[in-house]
């Protein structure tokens, strides 16, 4: 029985049977020796192991990953299952959008009141993003809930202008009231 040597990884190796070498999976730029051969060459110029490339061109090897009990992979071939299917299919039948009022939880975060103004922004936000993934109710209840924050940020900024203004004056004639009646 002929044997082979191979070159792999820089490292002479063999011999092997021809068996072997097709276990091994040797590709055609495999360098081999074998006995009659005058020098090393490459696999795809040995007569007797071409078989070895030629039938591994028409049938590739199966391959599947390890599983180790983890979940299969998402099949991306079909198509996805939703819970529920969209209420309207053509835009024509589509409620109109509701209101963002961004620029108004703008407005009230930057005049009025911080944190419920960042409140009202996030909910104006949601606004057209849940419009357009077709969740219609959504969209309406974030336009009503930026609507309420805007109100009562809008209330609570007024409210504390207003005990501010009071403050200021009633602290500014007690100090005038201190110094004798003349201004600091």
């Not at 068996?19 to 005058?38: H, R």
């Not at 020098?39 to 039938?55: I, Q």
């Not at 835009?91 to 911080?114: D, F, G, H, K, N």
Request: aromatic share 14%; proline share 8%.
């Amino acid at each position: 029985m002929k044997q082979y040597y191979i070159i792999r990884n820089d490292q002479q190796a063999g011999p092997y049977t021809l068996e072997e070498l097709a276990e091994m999976g040797i590709t055609p730029d495999t360098i081999v020796w074998t006995e009659g051969m005058a020098d090393w060459g490459p696999a795809r110029e040995v007569s007797e192991l071409t078989t070895l490339f030629t039938r591994s061109a028409q049938t590739p090897p199966s391959y599947s990953t390890p599983n180790y009990g983890a979940p299969s992979a998402p099949q991306y071939h079909t198509a996805p299952q939703y819970s529920r299917p969209p209420q309207y299919s053509t835009p024509a039948e589509r409620p109109p959008m509701p209101q963002t009022y961004l620029a108004w939880s703008i407005a009230v975060t930057l005049l009025c009141c911080l944190v419920g103004g960042i409140v009202a922004i996030v909910y104006s936000s949601q606004v057209s993003s849940r419009y357009i993934a077709g969740d219609y109710e959504g969209a309406e209840y974030a336009s009503r809930q930026a609507r309420i924050w805007i109100i009562v940020s809008a209330c609570v900024g007024f409210v504390v202008g207003i005990v501010y203004t009071i403050w200021a004056i009633f602290f500014s004639t007690s100090l005038a009231a201190l110094s004798g009646g003349y201004s600091i």
